[in-house]
C-alpha cells in the first residue's frame, strides 16, 4: 500500500514536532526539507542556544523533549538562577528582589503602599491560567485586551511598578515597542515567568534538538533534507512543490512549518502579521556573575537579557528591534565595562532572520489553508516556542484523522 506523501517545509521545533506526531503512526512518507545546513531554525539566532521552559507554560514542548529521550539535558531552574541588573550597576538573585523592592520603595523614597501594590500584581498574574492550545485564558476581558496595546494597559500602573515588576520580565519575550502587541499577549509574557512552578533550563538547545531528532528520525523512517530550499507550491490534483535549484516534487500534502514570512511567498498567501527583526550581540570576557539569564531593571544599560555561557555572554540590548527590511547597519553600543572583571572582546552581533511576530488586533491564521495544505508555527495564538509545538500537534492530529 502507498502511503500518502508529506512534505514539511522547515526544519524548526515546529517542523519536527509535527513530522513526530506524524511518524508515529506509521502512515505517511513524510520528508522534512530544511533550506540551511543544520536543523532547529530559531532556537540557533534567537535564543543563543539556551532555551528556558516550564511545565506551566510548556506542555507541548516539555512532553515532545521527553519523548524523543531529551529530559536528562534539562537542569532544573529556580529564582536563584536568575540575575536582577539593578539601577546602581550590581546584579543581585531572583530570590532577593522582594528585599530589594521593599528597600526600594519603603525604606527609601516610595511608600509601602507602592511595595504592596507590586506584590498584588505579581499575585494577579499566578492567579491566571492560560491554554495555549486552545488560545483561551480566564482573563474577565479577555477580548477587550486583545484590542488594546499592552502601553495602554501598562498605563495604569506606577512608573515604578512597569520599570521593576513588569518590564524586566516583559523585555526577555517581546519588543520593547509595547504599542505594537496586544495587552493580553503583554500578560501572557509576564505570566511565563511569574507562572513559573518547575522550570528548566537546556544548554546547547538547538544542537542537542538536531542530534536526538536525527536519530529518532532514522528509526521513525523520516526523511530529512538539508539545504533544500522551496521556493514555491502550487495547487493541483497534488501539490507540486519547487526547489530553488528549479527541480519539483509531487506531494499529497504540504506542510508549512517556515516563519509566516516565508510562508507567505511560498504559498502566495497574505497573512497579515508583522515580524520584527532582533538584535543580540555576543561578548568573550571575564564575566563578574554566574547566573546564566540575567534580566535588567535599569533602563540607562541599554540592556534588555544576557544570557550568560561562562566562556561568552548573549547581550539583547533594548531598542534592538527593527522592521522586517530595515537596512539599518548601526552597530548596538553596551556600556558594559562594569560587567567584566578585565577588558572584554567583541565576538559579533546576529539579526534574527524572524524575530517574533507583532500581534496587536491580529487574527490568527487558520491552520488549515485549504484541502491538504497547512500552516504551523509560532504565531499561533499565544506567540512563543510553546505554540510552534502546539500548533504543530494540531496539524499532526487533524492530518492524521483525516487519514
Not at 531529551?70 to 531572583?94: A, H, Q, R, Y
Not at 509601602?112 to 498574574?125: A, E, P, Q, T
Not at 483561551?136 to 488594546?148: K, M
Not at 510562508?263 to 563578574?288: A, C, H, Q, T, W
Request: glycine share 6%; with cysteine.
Amino acid at each position: 500500500m502507498v502511503k500518502p506523501k508529506i512534505i514539511i517545509i522547515g526544519g524548526g521545533i515546529s517542523g519536527l514536532a509535527c513530522a513526530y506526531k506524524l511518524a508515529k503512526t506509521g502512515k505517511f512518507e513524510i520528508h522534512i526539507h530544511e533550506k540551511d545546513e543544520i536543523l532547529g531554525g530559531r532556537l540557533f539566532d534567537v535564543f543563543a542556544g539556551r532555551v528556558l521552559l516550564d511545565e506551566t507554560s510548556y506542555p507541548n514542548m516539555l512532553w515532545f523533549t521527553k519523548e524523543i529521550g531529551l529530559m536528562g539535558e534539562l537542569d532544573k531552574v529556580t529564582s536563584s538562577d536568575f540575575g536582577f541588573l539593578l539601577p546602581n550597576k550590581k546584579i543581585i538573585s531572583g530570590k532577593r528582589v522582594p528585599l530589594h523592592l521593599l528597600k526600594e520603595f519603603v525604606f527609601r523614597k516610595r511608600s509601602l503602599k507602592l511595595f504592596l501594590d507590586s506584590f498584588k500584581f505579581i499575585r494577579y498574574i499566578q492567579s491566571l491560567r492560560f491554554n495555549i492550545d486552545k488560545y483561551e485564558s480566564n482573563l474577565p476581558n479577555q477580548e477587550e485586551l486583545r484590542s488594546i496595546s499592552f502601553e495602554k494597559f501598562m498605563a495604569k500602573y506606577p512608573p515604578e511598578i512597569q520599570q521593576l515588576i513588569i518590564k524586566p520580565v516583559q523585555m526577555m519575550c517581546s519588543p520593547d515597542d509595547y504599542e505594537k502587541i496586544d495587552a493580553e499577549t503583554g500578560i501572557f509574557f509576564a505570566w511565563v515567568i511569574y507562572a513559573m512552578k518547575k522550570g528548566y533550563f537546556m544548554s546547547r538547545a538547538p544542537k542537542v534538538y538536531a542530534d536526538a531528532f536525527i536519530k529518532i528520525a532514522k528509526e521513525l523512517g523520516i526523511n530529512i533534507h538539508l539545504n533544500s530550499e522551496i521556493q514555491k507550491v502550487e495547487r493541483g490534483k497534488k501539490y507540486k512543490v519547487i526547489f530553488s535549484d528549479g527541480s519539483t516534487e509531487d506531494a499529497d500534502t504540504v506542510i508549512c512549518s517556515a516563519p509566516l514570512t516565508e510562508s507567505e511567498k511560498i504559498l502566495g498567501i497574505n497573512f497579515g502579521i508583522e515580524y520584527s527583526l532582533m538584535r543580540g550581540v555576543f561578548i568573550k570576557g571575564d564575566f563578574k556573575y554566574k547566573f546564566p539569564l540575567i534580566l535588567s531593571a535599569f533602563p540607562e544599560s541599554n540592556i534588555n537579557v544576557i544570557y550568560n555561557w561562562g566562556e561568552h555572554q548573549v547581550f539583547y540590548p533594548l531598542n534592538n528591534w527593527l522592521e522586517p527590511k530595515s537596512q539599518n547597519k548601526t552597530p548596538v553600543e553596551l556600556n558594559i565595562d562594569y560587567l567584566y572583571k578585565k577588558e572584554w572582546e567583541f565576538i559579533k552581533e546576529i539579526r534574527s532572520s524572524v524575530g517574533i511576530p507583532l500581534n496587536l488586533r491580529k487574527k490568527t491564521p487558520d491552520l488549515k489553508q485549504g484541502d491538504n495544505l497547512y500552516v504551523c508555527g509560532d504565531f499561533y495564538g499565544y506567540t512563543g516556542l510553546e505554540s510552534a509545538v502546539s500548533s504543530a500537534f494540531k496539524v499532526a492530529e487533524e492530518i492524521i484523522k483525516l487519514n
